[in-house]
């Protein structure tokens, strides 16, 4: 890890501690396990039109992001709504979950509850992450510090080769996270100990050998059984969209900036629906002219790309909202793009991509 990186303040946004963009004052709001009610949903769609561009913004965390947000008021909106249990913890309730495993999705409020419970945990790095992982391999590939997947337990994406039942799921995560704030120094995240056998004290389980799972990102996309699933351009939803959802049902957020609504959605202008969309394989940060550090109106560009493998648009090094799962890395520069590190002036990237796909 760089000095700079240990040194550096938790800069996390959260509700209270918002990050200062250049369109605002940009607030994140934690969803554990991606979950969120249609009441909530409206609060945070009436929200983003009062207060912020109108605008939500889905996360690779599956979370929720309000861009521009000049006004007061939007903490006492989402406590009101039960979208802000424990002020103290709100930076750490960093946890996934397969939006399509009922066991997951069980057990991810169950572990925001008891996160909440212990106040040494409100001193967890805001980067931190928990994940659920119902056995698909969705979540388990998504970079969390501590996974439970299917009664494995993972850390940093590792086999630790404990098996741990469903009903000690929770415990054995906060016993980790524990853990971890006991030896962790500096560090933010678990791939930066030196070693991770400190993580496992008191963890009741039976071990055995450790297994290399496969991971697949999940991205359910159109309809499934009673649920669909769809996604907003760049993870951008605007607040009509929002509403929208919220009349169909509840909804989880997924950490693939797409949404699962739980009911019949009416109205699904500007989502994509069809898993075979060339949208669905181009994120892009927020870039120009929402971020002072893009070199480029990154979205606007990703727009003209069409079909490619799945690529990640950055306005700078930092790379943010990347993929965890394999990408081609496509990075601003003064004058074009660097694509996998090799330039390419805009007007060919969208070709340079479809060209990628045929290798
Ligand atoms: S990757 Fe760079 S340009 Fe893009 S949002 Fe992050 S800091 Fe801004």
């Not at 590939?141 to 439970?148: I, L, R």
């Not at 039942?165 to 933010?188: K, M, P, Y």
């Not at 496969?214 to 996604?231: F, Q």
């Not at 009911?263 to 629906?273: A, H, M, Q, V």
Request: net charge neutral.
């Amino acid at each position: 890890m760089s000095t700079s990186a240990r040194v550096r303040a938790d800069a996390c946004p959260g509700v209270f501690a918002t990050h200062d963009a250049a369109d605002g004052p940009l607030a994140r709001v934690r969803l554990p396990g991606g979950a969120i009610t249609k009441d909530q949903l409206r609060v945070l769609a009436d929200a983003a039109d009062d207060l912020g561009d109108g605008a939500l913004h889905l996360t690779s965390r599956g979370n929720v992001q309000l861009r521009g947000v000049t006004r007061p008021g939007l903490a006492s909106r989402l406590s009101a709504a039960g979208l802000l249990p424990s002020p103290s913890h709100e930076r750490v309730r960093n946890i996934l979950a397969s939006p399509l495993s009922e066991v997951a999705q069980r057990l991810a409020p169950a572990l925001d509850k008891a996160l909440c419970a212990v106040p040494e945990l409100a001193e967890l790095p805001g980067r931190f992450l928990f994940a659920f992982d119902g056995g698909r391999g969705d979540v388990a590939g998504e970079g969390a510090d501590v996974c439970w997947r299917d009664g494995a337990l993972l850390l940093d994406g590792t086999d630790t080769g404990l098996r741990i039942t469903t009903e000690n799921a929770v415990e054995a995560l906060i016993s980790v996270a524990r853990n971890f704030l006991r030896v962790r120094g500096t560090a933010w995240r678990i791939s930066e100990l030196p070693a991770t056998e400190p993580l496992l004290r008191d963890i009741p389980g039976e071990t055995v050998k450790p297994q290399t799972f496969a991971t697949k990102p999940g991205l359910p996309i159109g309809p499934l059984g009673d649920a669909i699933g769809v996604a907003p351009v760049f993870g951008r939803l605007t607040s009509g969209q929002a509403r929208q959802i919220a009349k169909a049902g509840d909804a989880v957020v997924t950490p693939w900036r797409s949404i699962l609504v739980r009911g019949k959605l009416e109205s699904r202008t500007g989502l994509i629906t069809d898993p075979q969309e060339p949208a669905l394989g181009v994120s892009a940060c927020i870039g120009r002219p929402g971020c002072a550090k893009s070199l480029a109106d990154v979205r606007a560009d990703a727009a003209r790309i069409g079909r490619t493998p799945r690529a990640h648009v950055a306005g700078c090094e930092r790379r943010c909202g990347k993929p965890a799962h394999e990408h081609v890395d496509v990075l601003a520069t003064e004058d074009g793009y660097l694509v996998d590190g090799a330039w390419v002036p805009v007007g060919e990237l969208a070709k340079t991509l479809a060209e990628k796909g045929t290798q």
